[in-house]
């Protein structure tokens, strides 16, 4: 959940530029060069730590080489003249990898824009060092190296404000302008204006089994609707498959709230949960990468409880760290300004609401 109540603007969509495919990074030295109408920004934190040697794969000096670093504990494969083209951290399914550039944008709702050669995909397993020699890995990574197929990036923003339906093979409605949720019509003073529980199967208005022999029962007025941790739920898990449990306690893989993806032992803490306090907000934000899940503690009602859970996108064109979440106040996914800027970095709501990040 969020904290203000607003209405929300009319956002538009993924805006995707033809912008030329690089996998370079930006330095501020490079983005005072940059040519007009094209822009990069730099990686989020995958040249962080020690930089390690060159394994010996037997790779020729003119090919591919990978290499380790640390804080959190990773492998990076690049080119032969040092520009990345892969990051994989030890104990996470979500891989970085370059890929053309685009822009993602919603300018009835804010100024920011983030052009990115990033891709964030799911692997099959958890990354392992020494990895790179496994076939999983091999057949993996030759079908996604280039591929342009809808990355973790692509599905956030079909849920966008604006954005149009799309359906699978069936027929269903998988994705489209999402709200937060319906209503709040008890009236209560100081209460929220719209409701949370809506997870994905209520956007999509049909039961769904979960592994652990539970099924979600959708509820019609959640129909399209998607709360802050039912948006990473429709995105990395039924869409990209990432394994859901049914609540917070039961089953196996991402849990359903906010609080219980932060404190779950899925994945990997890039950003360890101190406490929520104010003075616990995490300094170390350049360690986050683009696909990180960032965890807040907006609303003192909650208790012990994050509230409130968003993807990290990349920076903008202005260097701010940006991120994509789903919001009570603007009624659904945006990286807009509605109710407080996207940002990570610097002194705003958000930015100083941040306790903690999980890399999946």
């Known amino acids: 959940m969020a904290g203000k109540k607003k209405t929300r603007p009319v956002l538009s969509g993924l805006v995707v530029l033809g912008l030329v495919a690089t996998s370079g990074y930006l330095t501020l030295e490079l983005r005072k060069q940059e040519q007009p109408g094209i822009t990069e920004v730099r990686n989020v934190g995958v040249l962080n730590g020690v930089r390690g040697q060159a394994s010996d794969t037997g790779q020729e000096a003119s090919a591919e080489r990978w290499s380790r670093l640390d804080n959190p504990a990773r492998s990076v494969l690049r080119t032969a003249d040092g520009q990345i083209k892969a990051v994989l951290t030890d104990g996470a399914r979500l891989a970085t990898l370059k890929g053309p550039a685009r822009t993602f944008a919603e300018p009835s709702s804010t100024a920011s824009k983030v052009s990115t050669t990033d891709w964030v995909r799911l692997m099959p397993e958890p990354w392992t060092e020494g990895a790179e020699k496994e076939k999983w890995f091999k057949d993996w990574y030759a079908e ?22 799309g359906k699978d093979a069936t027929g269903l409605v998988i994705a489209g302008d999402a709200n937060f949720g319906p209503l ?20 999509l208005g049909i039961p769904y089994s979960f592994r652990d022999g539970n099924t979600g029962t959708p509820e019609a007025m959640r129909a399209r609707s998607l709360d802050c941790s039912g948006f990473i739920r429709m995105v990395l898990g039924y ?45 170390a934000i350049d360690q986050l ?3 990180d899940l960032v965890f807040f503690k907006l609303d003192t009602r909650t208790a012990q409880r994050l509230d409130h859970v968003g993807m990290v996108l990349g920076h903008d064109t202005e260097g701010h760290l940006i991120f994509v979440s789903s919001r009570e106040e603007v009624n659904g996914p945006t990286i807009g300004d509605v109710g407080g800027v996207s940002r990570l970095d610097g002194n705003g709501y958000y930015a100083k609401t941040l306790r903690s990040a999980k890399r999946l």
Request: charged residues 25%; glycine residues 12%.
């Open 184 to 203: 709040n019509t008890t009236g209560a003073e100081g209460g929220d204006l719209r409701l949370e529980q809506s997870d994905f199967y209520d956007y």
């Open 239 to 283: 869409r990209t498959r990432y394994p859901l449990m049914s609540s917070d306690k039961s089953g196996d893989g991402l849990p359903r709230t906010a609080n219980g993806m932060a404190r779950s032992k899925e994945g990997v803490d890039v950003l360890p949960l101190n406490g929520i306090t104010p003075q616990d907000r995490p300094t």
């Open 144 to 165: 996604y190296a280039t591929s342009k197929e809808d990355d973790v990036f692509a599905i956030a923003f079909q849920y966008v404000a604006g954005a149009p339906q």
């Open 289 to 291: 990468q683009p696909g």
